[in-house]
């Protein structure tokens, strides 16, 4: 729990506490569909549109974030 918590740490001063969010939430999906995958879980659609809705936030988050940053 110490090295989640300086990582955290670390990745914020180097980033921002946007960036760590949609980090955040990207983990959380991962975590989700891998556990899923592990357990042999089925996924039903409801699971399916949650992850696709939290993957294709952080997709665009990153595409934004790109276009922004070539702009300054």
């Given at each position: 729990?110490?090295?989640y918590n300086e990582l955290a740490t670390m990745t914020l001063k180097k980033t921002g506490?946007?960036?760590?969010?949609?980090?955040?939430?990207?983990?959380?999906?991962?975590?989700?569909?891998?556990?899923?995958?592990?357990?042999?879980?089925?996924?039903?659609?409801?699971?399916?549109?949650?992850?696709?809705?939290?993957?294709?936030?952080?997709?665009?988050?990153?595409?934004?974030?790109?276009?922004?940053?070539?702009?300054?």
């Amino acid at each position: 729990f110490y090295g989640y918590n300086e990582l955290a740490t670390m990745t914020l001063k180097k980033t921002g506490p946007v960036t760590q969010s949609v980090a955040n939430t990207a983990k959380r999906v991962i975590v989700i569909v891998g556990v899923a995958i592990v357990m042999g879980e089925s996924l039903d659609p409801l699971k399916l549109l949650g992850c696709s809705i939290g993957i294709g936030g952080v997709f665009l988050y990153s595409i934004i974030d790109n276009l922004l940053a070539k702009k300054k």
